[in-house]
């Protein structure tokens, strides 16, 4: 961000720009942090089932498996967040050496976009595994499907499973949003 020269006008574009990227990168970390706090919580609790309960289909566990994933990049976006914080308070410094450069601000940016983009596909795909397999737990308790056992009931613990899967694809779409926000500001 910081040329060699320090002229007042851009000086104070810089540290503007600085405090879009400190708010916005606060707002971006609570929000993911929150909500991948709770994400994680529901799929440790409600994904795995005590011994001698019935247990979920392949489809489910390969669901919950990649939901796991996008729960990890979900980690490594809330660390993004919280270094687009960081970038923030850089660029609102007096002494234009301590600014970073913006060609690495943007290319934080990127990966941020990057890293949520694979975290919300992954999820997306967890999510369609898991909904896939509860589907075919309903058409088996209407009769539609005539197999018969003792998981053809859908519970609230795969409600749960889907509701943080819910909540993690909320968490990616929330760095997005932020990422091509502040990317969109840095480019100006």
Same mark, same amino acid.
């Given at each position: ?40 919580? /529901? /799929? ?27 729960? %990890? ?39 941020? /976009?990057? %890293?949520?983009? %694979? ?25 539609? %499907? ?43």
């Amino acid at each position: 961000m910081s040329e060699q020269f320090d002229n007042p006008s851009t000086s104070s574009k810089i540290r503007s720009i600085g405090q879009i990227f400190r708010i916005t990168g606060w707002i971006s970390f609570v929000l993911q942090l929150v909500l991948g706090v709770v994400s994680s919580l /529901l /799929l440790l609790v409600f994904s795995i089932r005590p011994p001698g309960s019935p247990s979920s289909s392949a489809e489910t566990g390969f669901g919950v498996f990649l939901a796991v994933c996008g729960i %990890v990049a979900l980690g490594i976006s809330i660390y993004l967040a919280f270094r687009c914080k960081n970038i923030g308070r850089q660029l609102q410094s007096t002494n234009p050496s301590n600014r970073p450069r913006k060609v690495e601000t943007v290319k934080t940016l990127q990966l941020a /976009l990057t %890293v949520n983009l %694979v975290g919300m596909l992954l999820t997306l795909l967890g999510a369609q595994a898991i909904v896939g397999s509860l589907v075919f737990k309903a058409a088996r308790q209407v009769g539609v %499907v005539s197999f018969s056992s003792a998981n053809t009931f859908i519970t609230a613990q795969d409600m749960f499973v889907v509701q943080a899967n819910a909540n993690t694809i909320t968490a990616h779409f929330v760095g997005l949003a932020a990422s091509i926000w502040l990317l969109n500001r840095i480019t100006k």
